[in-house]
């Protein structure tokens, strides 16, 4: 068994005022041990409901969420706390994500000490003090507040709870996305170096293509609720085929000057996710758009490689 | 070059707070041409916001004090060092005469510059009014085409901030900094709350308008693709200072500050593959309790003895690139940044 999550048409819909929201639709891929997915996309397209229907943090409305062989989507509480020292998270803000009352210790000893893992307290402090010198916080931290650190240190803080279980699966979401470049980089080398030393798996939920493309495997780009181009990293940057994914890729601005490089400027914004029709969601925003991408949606077919796009023209566009 | 339309002179600013005083500027100096746009770099509290504030006369009362230097527009001084109180009052109500119409500023996020129960078209108009004798008609006309020419249709002239998108409210914000035609515009991180693909409409429009209106453009923000993308020089600061100076050409293609160098190599590239980024450890000096000596001094890689000495001054390392470094200063007697790196590696 290879693969340690196989996400298989998952749905969340939200019903709110206006009719039903199409958070996450239809989304499937799998993951693989200690490998990481990066999921893209811009603010709205769902992919941070997506990762948290795959942790049960939302319920998902329907399809399979099969993590180690086991589909985690209809099991009671009991068996889902169970699983969840397995699979844990770690949030964009660090600030929002702590307790402001609990101290540096308090907070990395409170999934210990909801599992029951340490019979007494020294056994515990010392556990606290070993996931503290694994991200890299001075000891001499132990007794602070959130308030006192920098946002570097917090998020380490994020990362060592979230370690505290020995998680097989951690699911990031824009860890470092309030991070100036240079704690950035830091905390990126740190994940890195804990997934070599723990086979951890990581989906990685960022807006940042340049963060995505330094730690991914496979990358996953969504656009309003949908996966619309997804394979291995390597080729999604060598070889773009969607045109959204094309957009994206040359609005980035590169800090270099001698890059010029063709810009395509989308016209528009996100269209709405609440009851969206039968349609290719890109297409009011897409200039290759013709009369099929209104009237029918795309599906995610394998062009080949393994190299999988929702667009009804692609092979036109890309010359294949 | 044509004339200076915007003009920091030794600048330094502090703040005052019961735990003491921070250090927030120290000695800044930098000028703007007509229709020049500049790039000001750092992380997170290197004080880049600060200096917008002290142009545009906003620091935070009490505890924000210009301790000396000139902040001049067109020539004309707007800092009040005094403690003077009636000459303070004197200089907020100038302030105010020329905040909006020669000097006006775009916030990072937009939802909180917008006056949530007020209509954006009044916004927009009121800044007219209030710096203009145009009677309420003319000023929902220019409204209006102000509108239009950020790209928002003027029938969403009666709309409330609440019912646009991030990126629309952001275009507002630029229609209403535009509005009397400044000739300095300062943009705070303009885009670091938007989507890439809607940052990429904001700046385009930000360019065509600057060019259109010959605005001068003082561009704040962290991202060094922006600053590639939209400026013609660029300073970056650390800690308060100023540690590098140039024209884009000089800090894209020849950085030579430590610091400078080492944020161009933490950014993750699309071009190249690297196993690792390279990152530097530690902080930046915190504001309360800076060394009399370099500053980055703790993080740096190319440090030596004489960087412990001495608190280095911008030295002018090529025509127009001036670098905060003890290596760039002429007969300074320390060795040459790689033999400095060198000489701290055989150290460790």
């Known amino acids: 068994m290879n693969e340690i ?133 001075a000891r001499r931290y132990v007794d602070t507040y959130p308030h006192e650190l920098d946002g570097g240190r917090r998020q380490r803080i994020g990362v060592a709870r979230a370690l505290a279980l020995n998680p097989k699966l951690i699911v990031c979401d824009e860890p470092v996305s309030a991070l100036d470049v240079l704690i950035q980089a830091q905390i990126l080398n740190l994940l890195q170096d804990l997934q070599k030393e723990h086979g951890l798996a990581y989906m990685f939920i960022t807006h940042n ?74 297409a009011p925003r897409c200039i290759y758009a013709k009369e099929k991408c209104h009237n029918c949606a795309p599906e995610l077919v394998d062009v080949g490689g393994n190299h999988k796009t929702a667009c009804h023209y692609v092979k036109e566009i890309n010359g294949l | 070059m044509s004339e200076k339309v915007l003009e920091v002179k030794n600048l330094i600013v502090h703040y005052e707070t019961q735990d003491g005083v921070a250090e927030a500027v120290n000695d800044v100096s930098f000028s703007i041409s007509a229709g020049e746009t500049l790039g000001l770099v750092g992380e997170t509290g290197a004080g880049k916001t600060t200096i917008a504030l002290t142009i545009m006369g906003l620091l935070p009362k009490p505890a924000g004090c210009v301790i000396s230097g000139e902040v001049l527009i067109d020539g004309r001084n707007i800092t009040e060092t005094s403690r003077n109180r009636a000459k303070q009052r004197k200089n907020d109500r100038m302030m105010r005469r020329l905040r909006g119409n020669d000097v006006s500023m775009i916030f990072q996020d937009p939802m909180s510059a917008l006056n949530p129960v007020m209509r954006v078209g009044d916004q927009i108009s009121e ?53 009397c035609n400044p000739r300095v515009l300062i943009a705070d991180e303009p885009t670091t709350a938007l989507d890439v693909t809607i940052q990429a409409q904001v700046l385009e429009l930000m360019n065509d308008l600057k060019r259109q209106f010959n605005t001068s453009l003082l561009m704040i923000t962290h991202d060094l693709g922006v600053v590639a993308e939209m400026c013609d020089k660029c300073a970056v600061i650390y800690a308060g200072q100023m540690v590098e100076h140039g024209t884009v050409e000089h800090i894209f293609n020849n950085a030579q500050h430590p610091y400078t160098q080492a944020l161009f190599s933490a950014l993750p590239s699309l071009d190249k593959d690297v196993d690792r ?67 701290a590696e055989a150290s460790l």
């Not at chain 1, 589909?71 to 994500?97: C, H, V, W, Y």
């Open chain 1, 5 to 137: 999550l196989q996400v298989k048409n998952l749905k969340k819909y939200f019903n709110v005022s206006g009719g039903t929201l199409h958070a996450v639709d239809d989304v499937s891929f799998t993951m693989k041990y200690g490998e990481t997915l990066g999921i893209v996309g811009e603010s709205g397209c769902g992919k941070s409901t997506l990762g948290k229907a795959i942790l049960r943090l939302v319920q998902p409305t329907s399809g399979e969420v099969i993590f180690e062989g086991r589909d985690i989507t209809r099991i009671g509480n009991k068996e889902l706390t169970a699983l969840r020292p397995k699979m844990q998270m770690i949030f964009q803000d660090p600030m929002s994500s702590l307790n402001p009352r609990m101290s540096v210790s308090q907070q990395i000893a409170e999934p210990l000490m909801i599992y029951n893992v340490y019979r007494n307290k020294a056994d515990m402090d010392k556990r606290v003090l070993e996931l503290m010198d694994t991200v890299g916080l």
């Open chain 1, 209 to 282: 293509l340049s963060v995505v493309k330094h730690i991914s495997n496979d990358i996953c780009v969504m656009y309003l609720g949908q996966v619309i181009e997804q394979c291995n990293t390597k080729e999604l940057f060598r070889n773009t085929l969607h045109p959204y994914t094309k957009a994206l890729l040359s609005a980035i601005p590169v800090p270099s000057l001698n890059k010029t490089r063709e810009r395509i400027i989308l016209k528009g914004e996100l269209a709405s996710p609440i009851d969206p029709k039968d349609a290719c969601r890109f």
């Open chain 2, 127 to 179: 800044v007219i009014r209030l710096h203009s004798s145009a009677s309420r008609a003319v000023a929902t006309q220019k409204a209006m085409e102000m509108m239009e020419l950020v790209g928002i249709p003027g029938v969403r002239f009666k709309d409330y901030p609440h019912e646009f998108s991030g990126g629309m409210k952001q275009r507002i914000v630029i229609a209403m900094a535009l509005a």
């Open chain 2, 277 to 343: 980024l390279k990152s530097i450890s530690g902080l930046m000096s915190d504001p309360m309790d800076l060394p009399p000596y370099c500053t980055f001094y703790e993080r740096c890689d190319a440090r030596c003895h004489r960087c412990m000495e001495l608190d280095p001054p911008l030295t002018e390392s090529e025509p127009g690139h001036f670098v905060k470094c003890v290596h760039f200063m002429k007969d300074n007697g320390a060795p040459s940044p790689k033999e400095g790196a060198a000489a």
